[in-house]
């Protein structure tokens, strides 16, 4: 059978290095599992779902392959403690030499249980799927499900329940994301608990709820002896050319190196980044964070051009760390404008708005050049006329170029701000404009840490959310304590939100700049 599923993949190309298994696959395997499915199922265990396509079906083949993949990975040095992972999970010739790189770091570490998060390719469901069987088989033998564990963390919260939904074959096929991590695991490992499971909504709700959860649960249940690792288990942007995934790819690992999850999430979300496991990397940041994590490693980062040669459409892969280290090295990448690019943000925000005023259509500035124009940067843009307030809308997280991030926020505080009437021609010669360009959001773990002048925040509960930039307690003369309570109240909570266990406080910096007034930064 390994012969024949050799050849079928060489035929078929690249399709085992793609998120989605190929349904030939599938039958193939599924018809030669048969004889076992019946006493899997009266003991509930989950047999091998992809065996002989993703990776070799024989121990031994099964085995080399790894350790071919091990060494020639690069094995860092990590002496702090590792509480997360990030792998992917698609076929091993594909992903596997970035995988290695993962399981490499992870040589002489003991853990005797490992949750395994992952997404859900074929089968729709609206909760995170806590696997309710006795294990998960593959060929290295059965991996044990930590039951007590996992009917915990099920009564943890309502979008967490135990359930076979998107763990047992369906007629669409068999799901692989948990399943090509188990063999890594137990060649590196040895013997551990598993913790599956499958994330059915994708949102920021559900990665923070089951963060959470996770985060609180083993820090109560780990007692001497005991160690849990984390594993998300995710690829990263599909089928686009070589350059264009590569330049997706590193979007999604800078902000993962920042600790920036909640741009993450949302710009998955909006599907300006990619990542088919992007709500359990964001799971897996919170539940590390919560434990003490304060740094994102990338160990490797390629694509399946890398691995299989095309690079027409390929599919993108990482090897990350979240750890807890003593001395946390600044993560975010070197971000500054100087005088020249802010004078011509300026105009550019002028123009854009006096245009879209005057013309009634948006304002086309054509292609820069300037590599710092061209990052993804939140961005907010304030309008004052004759000193008081007249409009202010930003976003939050980067979305595109930072010199069309200020046109459009330019012209959206102009005429979309819904406090004010839209700007009138008369007014556009009183406007003063004043841009703030964000650095990465990052949740603030101890308030009395938050400081007036440099911090701004970003106070989030569900669908309450509410902003306010640096300046803003600075030129209100309010402390730390009056900043928090404002922030709550400009999200519609109540003042004191900022003291609630469900509230997250995100704090980031900002280069603030304007017209007829000092350039400074906060």
Known sequence: MISRLRNIRMNLGNRTGRCFMAALFISIVANGCQGQTGSDERQKLRPPGVAGSFYPAEPGALTAMMDGMLADAERP????????????????????????????????????????????????????????????????????????????????????????????????????????????????????????????????????????????????????????????????????SYDVAEAIDHKTLNALQSWDYLSMSRNFEMRIWEACGGAPIVAAMIAAERMGANQAIVLKYANSGDTAGDHSRVVGYSADLFVKAQYAAASEASFALNEEEKHALLDLARKSVEHAVQQHQRYEPGAVKDEVLNQERGVFVTLKQRGNLRGCIGYTSAVEPLYLTVRDTATLAALRDPRFRPVSASELSDLQYEISVLSPMRRVIDPAAVTVGRDGLLMKNRDHEGLLLPQVPVEQNWDRVRFLKETCIKAGMASDCWQNDDTDIFRFTADVFGEHSEIHSH
């Open 77 to 240: 040095a990590i002496k702090d403690k590792i509480l997360a992972v990030v792998a992917p999970h698609a076929g091993y010739p594909y992903s596997g030499p970035v995988a290695a790189h993962t399981y490499a770091a992870l040589k002489g570490h003991r853990f005797t249980r490992v949750v395994v998060i992952a997404p859900s390719h074929f089968e729709a469901f609206d909760f995170s799927s806590v696997f309710n069987g006795d294990g998960y088989v593959t060929p290295l033998g059965t991996v044990p499900v930590d039951k007590p564990f996992a009917e915990k963390l099920a009564k943890m919260d309502s979008s967490i329940r135990l359930s076979k939904r998107g763990h047992t074959a369906t007629a669409e096929g068999a799901e692989h994301a948990v399943e090509v991590q188990l063999p890594w695991l137990q060649h590196v490992l040895g013997s551990f608990n598993l913790v599956p499971i499958v994330m059915g909504n994708q949102d920021y709700e559900s990665s923070r709820a089951l963060g959470v959860a996770l985060a609180k649960l083993i820090q109560a249940d780990d007692g001497p002896g005991q160690d849990t690792l984390i594993v998300a288990s995710s690829d990263l942007s599909h089928y686009h």
